[in-house]
């Protein structure tokens, strides 16, 4: 019986596991899937057909498609600014803006949806002002809004167009309309219920709806959203009997499969849509030649105008004035994924350039100055060249160092070999944008991080793949009618394009199989190596040395250490499980913590474990929307100015009533000063056992200290006597920086005097103000301050609840009026993990760390 109740269990466990590996073989087989079917689709298409359309496409058209690009753009900014708005907060118009298009722009190109952009927002709103959790909703609300946006003009555009849709699809129309009303029905009940913004219940799950006013400016903005991008492509295709209503509702389903097909850009899922329903109404060359230039206007050029806009704020430096001042805030953030996302471009751009043919005038004018050798080459390692760029991306997303001397060196290259293979001046255009990109933004790009100790997470894999595969169904689509011979691969030739071609899809193909096996059997190898007493000897002196008293927790050995480059700043974690959890912020220097936690995410990924960071300060939540991860709140930390601690007056008359209290009742506070606590150890260990004994409990780990000989006499410890007999005691963590202290251990007998806890905290306070302290650390109140507003985050909503009703398991509600008493100043403590794990599985490995595995929990 017990092993068929942990059958679900293990199969969540594997899936959890395998979920991102198990996402990219699903989006390879539905690319494959759809490349397959738009090639059989066209089988009566040439390429030279497609080139004719495309030189055909008369100017006007491109300018409407450049100006409903411009439209629907503007409307995307809307979507943020609508989410800001919905969660109560105000932002400057111009740096929203900015990011929302920025987000978009690269979302819209690079794909992975609300991963892409969502970093993008991350990394921009936290330097706005904006809390993880505000931005999470805002995330939240621009992919929600968009999703049911899309489904609505959907359903809005079939309900009109019904017959014609029906046609198009091979379908009746009433089917299609009947559709079309279900979908509007379920949607207007919607907007019905949340017409005052109420929170509607679905068993467990609680969703505040957003009120009649919100929605409806939402609705009008996905509508101009949609109607706008969808008019790109209109214009775009030569005129026929097909309505625009009717291609609106075409459009909005292509989008719809698109995103849910989990393929970069909806690569080939969009297309393959356009050309099943247009095909028997519009010439297929005219489709394709359309859908190419609609690829170029609406996705690659608001990314070329984003990279183009941050390089603009790099040269004119223009920091005096207000506006500037606060782009080129933003442009530190949105650097690096524009760069990115550009290389990405760049990469994929020189390898289909590697498939299809040069044109003739440029091979005749090659040809009088080029030895074919040297055109061969030329063309071959462009497209390796490209290849590594478009790899390249993933380690200039992360500023590593070596990433952007690879990206600058391949982008060189392969813009000398533009001229070496083909007069290309739209593709030396480009990588001429991305070089000056890259040069501008060097500063940015200081992490020390080899390119060849990354691996390519699942995502990134599936991406390269699928560009490769579209290489290679671009071949054989450009060539369809040459039949194919061994003789080809050996026929060099300047005339000879199709054996060109081949050659280089063989060696992207060998080249991107072998980076992918690199990737995927990398993790396997490595092993973390653990801490030496040497090391913990470097890492207690670096504490001692800096603020964070809480970090003397290292002393008790049983976390592993993780050193920066120059040994000045490490961060202490544990593994259980697949997390790797470090806790607190790393010690050290600010300008190393953004490289710590680069390293700590980079080394969890390259052994198959997942980052988490645990009790983080807000100060390092802008490092950890660099390196992906998401932060959600776990409570608040007390802290009291001991410059400002004094009994007198009314503000602590509680407290100085307790002092009395225990003065009248014999207690006597005393510190053990460090080199005299092992002569008390005894009679602090029969004070802690009996405490364990009382509360029926054993000793945590991890994020809390244990009694242990060597741990206990490491710093003073503060205690209670009464009768000369030690009823009470705390272990003191500080440094010699004496920027604030804490405790760690608080133990006291069954018997001791009602108040204790009260007297000894004052009196520690006291003892640390006198000796120079600045501050003191009353340690964290867990699911404190989780937002109560009916726009938070499900995990906000759970922890409030948890913390109002859970005294039954863990005593919440005391233990912050407890720190409450001193009046302390509250700030928050956060979760951060890597993209996509859920933060319940992440704090159940935390609760089985710091218990001592599952019998640890299990037995208290």
């Known amino acids: 019986m017990e092993s068929t109740d942990r059958q679900p269990s293990r199969f969540r466990d594997i899936l959890e596991t395998y979920r991102p590996y198990l996402i990219a073989v699903a989006a390879l087989a539905v690319f494959a899937f759809t490349t397959f079917a738009i090639y059989n689709l066209t089988t009566e298409v040439s390429y030279d057909d497609v080139i004719e359309a495309l030189a055909n496409t008369r100017l006007s058209s491109i300018g409407l498609a450049v100006f409903f690009t411009a439209l629907s753009f503007a409307a995307l900014v809307g979507y943020d600014v609508n989410a800001i708005t919905y969660i109560g907060r105000s932002l400057p118009f111009v740096p929203v803006a900015i990011t929302a298009f920025s987000a978009y722009a690269v979302g819209n190109t690079a794909g992975f949806g609300a991963l892409s952009g969502g970093a993008i927002r991350f990394r921009a709103y936290s330097r706005l002002g904006l809390s993880p959790d505000d931005i999470g909703r805002v995330i939240a609300f621009v992919t929600l809004a968009f999703g049911i946006g899309l489904l609505a003009v ?69 509508a101009l959203d949609i109607a706008a991008s969808a008019s790109v492509l209109y214009v775009l295709l030569p005129q026929t009997e097909i309505g625009w209503p009717s291609f609106l509702a075409i459009y909005a389903t292509a989008v719809g499969l698109g995103v849910l097909s989990h393929v970069p850009a909806g690569l080939g899922v969009f297309e393959t849509v356009i050309v099943a329903a247009l095909g028997n109404r519009v010439s297929l060359d005219e489709v394709l030649g359309s859908l190419v230039l609609y690829r170029v206007i609406y996705h690659v050029l608001p990314l070329l105008i984003a990279t183009l806009m941050v390089i603009g704020v790099e040269v004119r430096q223009l920091a005096h004035h207000p506006v500037a001042s606060t782009l080129r805030k933003l442009e530190f953030r949105l650097a690096p994924p524009l760069l990115a996302t550009f290389s990405m471009i760049a990469g994929a751009m020189l390898i289909f350039s590697s498939v299809t043919p040069t044109p003739d005038s440029d091979i005749n004018f090659l040809g009088n100055y080029l030895p074919l050798p040297v055109f061969e080459g030329a063309h071959f390692l462009s497209s390796i060249l490209g290849l590594l760029l478009f790899v390249t991306a993933r380690g200039i997303g992360q500023r590593l160092d070596g990433a952007w001397w690879a990206a600058m060196v391949c982008t060189a290259l392969a813009l000398v070999l533009a001229f070496m293979r083909a007069l290309a001046l739209f593709e030396a255009s480009f990588l001429i944008i991305l070089l000056i990109g890259l040069f501008l933004s060097a500063r940015q790009f200081k992490r020390r991080a080899s390119l060849f100790g990354q691996v390519l997470s699942p995502s990134w894999i599936a991406a390269m793949l699928i560009v490769v595969a579209a290489a290679i169904t671009v071949l054989l689509f450009v060539y369809r009618e040459v039949d194919y011979s061994r003789e080809l691969w050996w026929q060099f030739e300047f005339s000879e394009e199709a054996p060109r071609g081949l050659r280089a899809v063989l060696g992207l193909a060998i080249f991107a199989a072998t980076i992918s096996l690199f990737s995927l059997l990398r993790p396997a190898v490595r092993r973390s190596a653990l801490s030496t007493a040497d090391d913990l000897e470097r890492a207690i002196r670096l504490v001692m040395a800096h603020d964070n008293a809480d970090a003397n927790l290292v002393r008790m050995g049983d976390k592993r250490l993780m050193f920066s480059e120059s040994g000045n700043a490490f961060l202490m974690y544990g593994i259980q499980g697949r997390s790797w959890i470090a806790l607190f912020d790393p010690v050290g220097p600010q300008e190393e913590m953004a490289d710590l936690v680069w390293r700590f995410v980079e080394e969890a990924r390259a052994q198959g474990g997942r980052a988490v960071l645990y009790q983080i300060s807000p100060g390092l939540l802008s490092h950890c929307a660099d390196a992906g991860l998401r932060a959600f709140k776990l409570g608040e930390l007390a802290i009291v100015d001991l410059s400002r601690f004094d009994l007198k007056g009314g503000r602590l008359a509680g407290l100085r009533q307790a002092v009395n209290k225990g003065a009248r009742e014999g207690l006597e506070f005393s510190v053990i000063e460090q080199p005299d606590v092992m002569a008390h150890v005894e009679e602090l260990r029969r004070v802690s056992d009996a405490w364990l004994e009382d509360h029926n409990t054993r000793e945590k780990t991890f994020s809390l200290g244990a009694f242990r000989d060597d741990y206990v006499s490491a710093q003073p410890v503060a205690t209670l006597r009464k009768d000369g007999r030690i009823v009470a005691f705390a272990t003191l963590s500080l440094t010699d920086t004496k920027y604030e202290g804490t405790v760690d251990l608080m133990r006291f007998m069954p018997d001791a005097p009602k108040g204790s806890m009260d007297f000894l905290f004052v009196k520690i306070m006291e003892y640390l103000r006198d000796a120079g302290y600045g501050h003191f650390n009353l340690g964290m109140a867990p699911l404190s301050g989780m937002s109560t507003r009916e726009a938070a985050l499900a995990w906000d909503r759970i922890g409030s609840v948890v913390f109002e009703h859970g005294e039954r398991y863990y005593n919440f509600k005391g233990l912050k009026a407890f720190k409450s008493k001193f009046h302390p100043v509250w700030e928050p403590r956060y979760l951060a993990v890597a993209g996509g794990v859920s933060p319940a599985i992440v704090m159940m490995d935390a609760t089985l760390l710091i218990g001592g595995g599952l019998r640890g929990v299990v037995g208290k």
Do not use: M
């Open 154 to 222: 959907t359903a809005l555009a079939s309900l009109v167009t019904a017959p014609r849709i029906g046609a198009l699809l091979d379908i009746d129309g009433d089917w299609v309309r009947a559709g079309a009303i279900v979908i509007i029905i379920v949607l207007t009940a919607v907007l019905i219920l949340g017409r005052d913004g109420r929170t509607v219940s679905v068993g467990s799950l609680s969703i505040r709806l957003p009120d009649s006013r919100t929605s409806s400016q939402q609705f009008l903005i996905t």
